[in-house]
């Protein structure tokens, strides 16, 4: 089984990235279907889901990652809730023993047993606001301030959570195994070059669990 996770700014082409490298590679892409999944799951509509997932409302539980989400009656939360959902969704795709890429998530660290191959992509702020505004809907007209605004609060949320839950730094280069820089290249250069690493990196690590095992 190989798992590549894609962690990423606001505005940078993960998600492009993600499903590029999961079309190169023959591998299942998950993003959405996560949120459609607990959203089933628990009854709720996915926008509500996405949102609530997003807000870093994360910061105000004293919960991380390692324990049970217990013991101080924030289980009755529907934030905290949400989280353990989307935890066991994301637990429970590698467990199906399939090759597949994940979108965020903090599936870096949910599926770090695995030894998933990780991915954080970056850009600097024009490109991701210039991402931003060419595959914006129609109907929406935000200043330049505005969704550079809208970035470093969404990136903002997500750093919290993301340390809140794991207790590791967010975006830090050596949590990684490659750190990709979008702000001068386009995602559809660069997804072959992630590709060939990536698939590089997998036989490596895949020989050396041979090696392994055979001299035991």
């Excluded at 599936?107 to 030894?115: G, I, P």
């Amino acid at each position: 089984m190989r798992i590549i996770t894609i962690s990423r700014e606001f505005g940078s082409g993960g998600r492009e990235l993600g499903k590029r490298l999961a079309d190169l590679l023959g591998f299942d892409y998950y993003d959405r279907e996560i949120i459609t999944s607990i959203a089933q799951a628990r009854g709720l509509d996915e926008n509500y889901v996405e949102k609530t997932l997003e807000t870093g409302v994360w910061q105000r539980f004293p919960l991380t990652f390692h324990n049970s989400f217990g013991g101080d009656g924030m289980m009755q939360s529907a934030q905290v809730g949400l989280l353990q959902e989307q935890t066991r969704v994301v637990e429970e795709l590698a467990r199906s023993g399939k090759d597949f890429v994940i979108v965020g998530r903090n599936a870096d660290v949910l599926l770090a047993e695995f030894k998933p191959f990780t991915v954080f992509v970056c850009a600097d702020m024009d490109s991701k606001v210039r991402r931003c505004m060419e595959r914006a809907p129609e109907n929406e007209q935000l200043s330049y301030k505005e969704i550079e605004q809208n970035i470093k609060r969404i990136d903002k949320n997500r750093r919290q959570t993301y340390e809140m839950i794991t207790g590791r730094r967010w975006g830090q280069a050596d949590n990684y195994h490659i750190t990709v820089n979008t702000g001068s290249w386009s995602v559809k250069e660069i997804a072959p070059a992630v590709a060939a690493f990536a698939r590089r990196w997998f036989e490596r690590c895949e020989q050396q669990e041979e090696k392994t095992g055979g001299e035991g």
